[in-house]
Antibody, heavy 118, light 110 residues
Framework: QVQLQESGPGLVKPSETLSLSCAVSGDSISSKNWWSWVRQAPGKGLEWIGEVFNSGKTYYNPSLKSRVTISVDKSKNQFSLNLSSVTAADTAVYYC???????????WGKGALVIVSS | QSVLTQPPSVSGAPGQRVTISCTGSSSNIGAGYDVNWYQQLPGTAPKVLIYGNTNRPSGVPDRFSGSMSGASASLAISGLQAEDEADYFCQSYDSTLRVVFGGGTKVTVL
C-alpha cells in the first residue's frame, strides 16, 4: 500500500519561504511515476503546484513558477516543496500526491495546513 | 477561474441520479486527453473516483460512472446515497498548463 506523509512548519511569516517534505512508503521515489504537490486554499478548489521525476526533471504551474522549487531525495525516499516570498494568499492545505504515469493522482497524503501570518 | 468548468453545486434526493459536467477546451479535454474525477469528503484528501474517462478503481461502487462528449466530460452518480455528499473535482492534462482541475462541485443529498 502506497502512503505519503507531508511534514513541515504549519506557520510561515510573510515574505519567507514555505518548505514541506513528503515521505513516501510502499513505492520507490525512483519508480516510473511523477511526484506532485497540490494545494487547496480554505473553501476553494484544487490548484496544481508542480511535479518532479526521479531524474530531477520538473514541471511547474506557470502562475507559481518563479517562486517554486520541487526536488527529490532518493536516499530518504522523499520529495520536497519550497515556495518563496509567501503572502497570505499562499495559506492553504498542501497535499503531496503520486502522479501515476503522469496521468492520474492515485495516492494522496493527508495534507498539511500552512498558514502565512506574522 | 479554473481552466475546467464545473457547476458549483448539484443536489438530489436519495436514490436519484445526478450528473456533474466538466467543460474544457481544445488544449485539454477537446484535444482528447483523459479526464479523471476525484471525490473529496469533508476534511479529507481527494480520492480518485474515475480515471481514464470511464474506469473505476477497485472499491469504487458502480453507482459512479464517467462519460465523454467532445470537449466535455460528465460524472454520473446513480442511486444517490447520503455518504455521497462531498466535493467532486475533474482533472485533465493540458498541452500548455500540464495539469488542470475543475473548480469543484458540491453534491448535496436532500
Amino acid at each position: 500500500q502506497v502512503q505519503l506523509q507531508e511534514s513541515g512548519p504549519g506557520l510561515v511569516k510573510p515574505s519567507e519561504t514555505l518548505s514541506l517534505s513528503c515521505a513516501v512508503s510502499g513505492d520507490s521515489i525512483s519508480s516510473k511515476n511523477w511526484w506532485s504537490w497540490v494545494r487547496q486554499a480554505p473553501g476553494k478548489g484544487l490548484e496544481w503546484i508542480g511535479e518532479v521525476f526521479n531524474s530531477g526533471k520538473t514541471y511547474y504551474n506557470p502562475s507559481l513558477k518563479s517562486r517554486v522549487t520541487i526536488s527529490v531525495d532518493k536516499s530518504k525516499n522523499q520529495f520536497s516543496l519550497n515556495l518563496s516570498s509567501v503572502t497570505a494568499a499562499d495559506t492553504a492545505v498542501y497535499y503531496c500526491a503520486r502522479y501515476k504515469s503522469a496521468d492520474t493522482f492515485d495516492y494522496w497524503g493527508k495534507g498539511a495546513l500552512v498558514i502565512v501570518s506574522s | 477561474q479554473s481552466v475546467l468548468t464545473q457547476p458549483p453545486s448539484v443536489s438530489g434526493a436519495p436514490g436519484q441520479r445526478v450528473t456533474i459536467s466538466c467543460t474544457g477546451s481544445s488544449s485539454n479535454i477537446g484535444a482528447g486527453y483523459d479526464v479523471n474525477w476525484y471525490q473529496q469528503l469533508p476534511g479529507t484528501a481527494p480520492k480518485v473516483l474515475i480515471y481514464g474517462n470511464t474506469n473505476r478503481p477497485s472499491g469504487v461502487p458502480d453507482r459512479f460512472s464517467g462519460s465523454m462528449s467532445g470537449a466535455s466530460a460528465s460524472l454520473a452518480i446513480s442511486g444517490l446515497q447520503a455518504e455521497d455528499e462531498a466535493d467532486y473535482f475533474c482533472q485533465s492534462y493540458d498541452s500548455t498548463l500540464r495539469v488542470v482541475f475543475g473548480g469543484g462541485t458540491k453534491v448535496t443529498v436532500l
